[in-house]
């Protein structure tokens, strides 16, 4: 059966220090893989998506990067954290043909 | 993607049904209609999705209408558990960016 793993669980780093987030998917080849972010008591805000190793799409032209080295590693980068960064982020899969988002556990991140 | 609007919360007694509405107006012929729910501090769950016919699962119900333009998500005995944000979201079959509104948060009173 298909898994999702996101690491940590939670977080807390100082404004400016760098941030790598990690997100792998088990059984399951070929993914869509996605980052949103939530802030406190807000929707879900699209970050980042990928079709394939190598292809990222970005929805939010801040201080975040993402990358896919590997068809089902999905990970979400800064090299300087803000304050605003703070908040609750989410990886997600879905194959490619009319199924649902599968969401982890998520990142509780506090920038302090 | 075609945008929802849902309300922002709702209360449902509990043991009582909890009707969901979400409208999509510009919903297109190959976007499917799909429900979540997120538990406080926990990642959003899949519960249901459907095209034009109406849908049931273990968990849940959905109505379409017939012109598409909006959806009733049902839980026919809702209880404390259910207490979580719903979202509803349109996704095409092959479509790659997903985006989610507010969505709404239910609250069942005991």
């Known amino acids: 059966s298909q898994t999702i793993h996101q690491w940590p669980a939670t977080l807390v780093q100082p404004v400016g220090s760098p941030l790598s987030l990690e997100c792998t998917v088990e059984g399951t080849s070929n993914p869509n893989l996605y980052w949103y972010r939530q802030a406190a008591g807000r929707g879900l805000q699209l970050l980042f998506y990928?079709?394939?190793?190598?292809?990222i799409s970005s929805e939010v032209p801040q201080n975040l990067s993402a990358s896919r080295p590997q068809d089902r590693q999905f990970i979400l980068s800064s090299k300087k954290l803000l304050l605003s960064d703070s908040g609750f982020y989410l990886c997600?899969?879905?194959?490619?043909?009319?199924?649902?988002?599968?969401f982890g556990n998520g990142t509780r991140l506090t920038v302090t | 993607d075609a945008k929802t609007t849902q309300p922002p919360s709702m209360d449902c007694a509990e043991g009582r049904a909890a009707n969901l509405p979400c409208n999509h107006s510009t919903i297109s012929g190959n976007e499917y209609v799909y429900w979540y729910r997120q538990i406080h501090s926990q990642g959003p769950q899949y519960i249901i999705h459907?095209?034009?016919n109406n849908e049931t699962n273990e968990m849940a119900s959905l109505i379409i209408t017939e012109d598409r333009k909006s959806s009733t998500l049902i839980l026919p005995h809702a209880t404390l558990r259910d207490t979580a944000v719903y979202y509803c979201?349109?996704?095409?079959?092959?479509?790659?960016?997903?985006?989610f509104g507010e969505g709404t948060q239910l609250t069942v009173n005991p």
């Open positions: 979201i349109v996704q095409e079959t092959s479509g790659s960016r997903l985006t």
């Open positions: 997600a899969w879905r194959t490619t043909y009319n199924s649902p988002l599968h």
């Open positions: 990928s079709v394939g190793i190598g292809q």
């Open positions: 459907g095209l034009k």
